[in-house]
């Protein structure tokens, strides 16, 4: 079997506030279908945004991990900082495509790209399992070799 390739830096983030950003991604993403609102998806979407392109230090949701990390008094484990804004980029393209198909009332379609964003944040949040070095290894790396 082929070895997982991550993207790596000498940034680091902590482990557990990652997990905890992608437990508040799905409870943003159900929330939305079950209140039939775009709004969560959108701030979904402009949290990832901050997370993949931008310098600054806390997003909203992390802001909010950070200080759930912190009252739970979690013991911090760093990692890589790459692999995360890798994940952030696509977890921003697929809420993009989420909103996008939202707004023009494809909902099933949706439904299938939330259900997939869901599914990778709930491997990353219950397992600790990044899909951003999976398909970084399968899908991208290729391309640069």
């Not at 790459?82 to 996008?100: D, E, H, N, T």
């Amino acid at each position: 079997m082929r070895q997982i390739v991550c993207p790596i830096s000498k940034d680091k983030v902590d482990e557990k506030i990652t997990r905890i950003n992608a437990l508040v991604g799905i409870l943003l993403v159900i929330t939305a279908f079950v209140m039939n609102s775009s709004i969560f998806l959108i701030v979904l979407m402009a949290d990832f945004f901050m997370r993949a392109f931008t310098q600054v230090k806390h997003s909203p949701i992390s802001y909010v991990s950070h200080r759930l990390s912190n009252a739970l008094n979690l013991k911090e484990k760093p990692i890589s900082k790459a692999p995360k804004i890798f994940a952030a980029r696509l977890g921003f393209v697929m809420s993009l495509i989420i909103v996008g198909l939202f707004l023009t009332q494809l909902n099933t379609a949706a439904m299938i790209v939330a259900s997939m964003l869901v599914f990778f944040a709930s491997l990353e949040f219950a397992l600790g399992i990044c899909m951003g070095c999976i398909i970084y290894t399968y899908i991208v790396l290729p391309f640069y070799k």
